[in-house]
């Protein structure tokens, strides 16, 4: 079940419902081009009950929501937050957006209310996130909500062949 903590316009982002998504974050995880290959799962041996686990591993970060389509109530990805120390005001930022909801805003919607919800309702100063060199839909949404490119791994990821970047970017609160 899913219940409408933060409400966007097209969407709204709720507490997680592990037993109602890990058939669709299955599926993502072992052949969504995007997801599996841009997010290194496609290396990975991933049945339900491995992402079952992973999924309930995730949950226990500082916040993970369900991304929900506010008109339908059906399940359009996640975004959540992670690797916060205990006297941190920041954390790294993750999001997963289903095939069928890609290119149409929603990702943006969500990451603008976390970011809303973080530096205004929890006191976060700083979001941060890694996002591959290849990935450049994504790169190019971060930045235009404000993110700036903070560092770069060399060459560190193999993917399909190839060597590439994992690029760092963050978000001040001040920006």
Not at 67 to 77: A, K, Q, R, S, Y
Not at 102 to 124: C, H, M, S
Not at 146 to 152: D, L, S
Request: glycine content about 8%.
């Amino acid at each position: 079940m899913y219940y409408k903590k933060i409400v966007g316009e097209r969407l709204y982002l709720s507490p997680v419902d592990i037993d109602n998504e890990v058939k669709t974050m299955t599926h993502w995880m072992n052949e969504d081009q995007d997801i599996a290959y841009f997010n290194g799962f496609y290396g990975s041996l991933l049945g339900e009950d491995k992402v079952r686990e992973r999924l309930m591993k995730w949950n226990e970060g500082p916040f993970m929501f369900s991304i929900v389509n506010l008109e339908t109530d059906e399940f359009m990805g996640h975004i959540s937050m992670f690797n916060m120390g205990p006297h941190e005001l920041s954390s790294t930022m993750g999001i997963y957006i289903g095939e069928a909801y890609r290119n149409k805003g929603y990702g943006k919607e969500a990451i603008k209310l976390v970011i809303d919800y973080l530096f205004n309702t929890q006191r976060y100063n700083a979001i941060h996130l890694e996002v591959f060199g290849y990935n450049i839909k994504a790169q190019e949404v971060y930045k235009n909500l404000g993110f700036k490119e903070c560092g770069r791994w060399h060459k560190v990821l193999y993917h399909l062949g190839e060597y590439h970047d994992v690029i760092m970017m963050e978000l001040l609160k001040e920006d």
